[in-house]
């Protein structure tokens, strides 16, 4: 089989994926919501996405549009956005022409993210003076305030996600017809929790655990826009979990920029591990993925998780960044080569083979060939299932900025360049290695050629498989792997 998939790891949506996802023309029906609006509709048989139960605040036949970047904690706020507005009486629509308020959630990890933003907000230049309301919502709103007001005069709502508590707030004084509305506190001990959450997904729900960063890598925005590190009680926590398997979902996926640094703030005191094994029991639930996780608080508790309960997915994302002890280092990601080349170890004596995925950056500040060439080398070691691979973009605000030695953009090209193709030859032995497998999976895509689905299986593979079924969307089922790509597999359903 060849072609392109355009479903992909889409948990991970938002970042540079190394290798084009490759199988046949399967297009996944799930609702996209990376640059796309949420829609209000459902598109595919499953339970019926919760909607809003009540209608206050908005004006009369008030029509909302929602477009977001970046990674998945974003296309979850967006989620719970959405259950605001439509608890305030708005209607989603797919086209900003069409809305009364139009949002941007937005993206800063990297600089290209945030330009493409205002290259957005352009476009609607001239949308305030027909009455539409425009506003900004994410991390360029938490990173540029009201810097936004100047550049953009036709905004009229700026709110970083550490603000989102808020948001009902913000959105009366623009119902009140306020011009420069902000929400940009990152001081806060909140977490973002709605009643009315407007999932995408008819199946897999994300659910953040985890909100803000108190890791400081000297490249990352998010501390500066996300704010400090809060966690979510564990009870709240497991009673959305019980919730939403009552409304069919059987899959959860649990959010955080550090997942894995969870600190129950309740007096139950719940540790990551333990919230994972409560998560997987409660009733309907059939798979929990978590994402993602910092190396250095990824513990032996949460492979003996992992080992006891098959319902937590085998799959860990654990971002490394680099292959050297002395970019680790200037980076301040807090370990080493050889202390996170440990915690692989520890995955890799687990009683179930886990894959195990991971993000680097290339062309970090003063990153020598000498250390790339060890990045190299960590790929070799650990044989990664996938990676996300990023050229190091200089943010605000961050310590990376005033370092000296700047890698050429050329350079740092090449050097991507020369890393994945690495990572394509491991994913294609890799893959290659797992025909006649049986994997179970969920499947969340059907093709327009006939008998042609796909899904995900545990370990977070794309599979493209035959099937004479006729309504197997939502369901899981056993298929078969018959052939591989570097990025996917092929396979049939079997009994
Ligand atoms: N919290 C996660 C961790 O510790 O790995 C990562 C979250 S960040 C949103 C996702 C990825 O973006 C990072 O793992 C890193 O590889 C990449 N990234 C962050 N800042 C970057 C920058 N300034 N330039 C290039 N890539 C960056
Ligand atoms: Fe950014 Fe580091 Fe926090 Fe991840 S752990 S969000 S890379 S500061």
């Not at 098959?310 to 994302?317: G, I, M, R």
Request: aromatic share 6%.
């Amino acid at each position: 089989m060849g072609g392109t998939f355009d479903i992909s790891l889409d948990s991970l949506a938002g970042r540079s994926v190394t290798l084009e996802d490759v199988s046949s023309e399967c297009t996944s029906e799930l609702p996209q919501t990376q640059g796309k609006d949420l829609r209000a509709v459902r598109l595919l048989p499953g339970p019926e996405p919760q909607t809003a139960p009540c209608a206050t605040g908005a004006r009369d036949g008030a029509t909302f549009f929602l477009e977001t970047f970046g990674c998945q904690m974003n296309d979850h706020d967006s989620e719970k956005v959405a259950g605001v507005l439509l608890s305030r009486g708005y209607k989603q629509v797919e086209s900003p022409d069409a809305a009364s308020l139009v949002l941007y959630n937005t993206c800063s990890i990297r600089e290209k993210a945030a330009q493409k933003v205002f290259s957005r907000l352009g476009e609607y230049r001239t949308k305030q003076a027909a009455g539409q309301v425009i506003g900004v919502l994410g991390c360029v709103a938490q990173q540029e305030g009201k810097e936004i007001f100047e550049r953009a005069p036709w905004v009229s709502l700026v709110c970083g996600s550490a603000s989102y508590r808020k948001l009902p707030e913000l959105l009366a004084q623009v119902e009140a017809g306020n011009q420069r509305v902000t929400g940009l506190n990152t001081d806060t001990d909140e977490t973002f929790e709605t009643p009315v959450t407007r999932r995408d997904n008819p199946w897999r729900a994300y659910l953040t655990i985890i909100e803000g960063c108190d890791k400081a890598c000297a490249y990352c925005v998010v501390p500066f826009t996300r704010g400090p590190e809060r966690s979510r009680a564990s009870d709240s926590i497991l009673k959305e979990v019980r919730e939403l398997a009552e409304l069919g979902y059987s899959e959860v996926q649990l959010l955080g920029q550090t997942v894995n640094s969870y600190a129950d703030p309740s007096s139950r005191r719940m540790r990551f591990s333990e919230l994972l094994l409560a998560v997987a029991d409660v009733p309907g639930m059939r798979r929990v993925r978590f994402t993602t996780s910092h190396p250095r608080d990824f513990g032996a508790d949460i492979v003996a998780a992992l080992e006891a309960q098959p319902k937590l997915c085998n799959h860990v994302h654990l971002p490394v960044q680099s292959g050297s002890t002395r970019v680790l280092r200037e980076m301040v990601r807090t370990y080493t080569r050889d202390e996170y080349l440990e915690k692989i170890a520890m995955l890799r004596r687990a009683k179930r083979p886990i894959a195990i995925t991971t993000d680097v950056i290339v062309g970090f500040p003063g990153e020598t060939e000498a250390d790339f060439a060890e990045t190299l080398t960590l790929l070799e070691e650990v044989q990664y299932d996938s990676l996300f691979s990023f050229k190091y973009s200089p943010r605000p605000n961050t310590p990376s900025l005033s370092m000296p030695d700047a890698i050429p953009e050329a350079e740092k090209s090449r050097r991507l360049t020369v890393l994945q193709e690495t990572q394509r030859e491991i994913q294609s032995k890799r893959n290659a290695s797992l025909v006649n497998t049986r994997f179970e999976v969920l499947v969340s895509g059907k093709s327009r050629r006939e008998n042609q689905w796909s899904g995900h299986t545990s370990c977070h593979r794309v599979i493209n498989f035959t099937s004479q079924e006729q309504n197997l969307l939502g369901t899981y089922v056993q298929v078969l792997a018959t052939g591989a790509g570097p990025n996917s597999l092929v396979g049939e359903q079997v009994t």
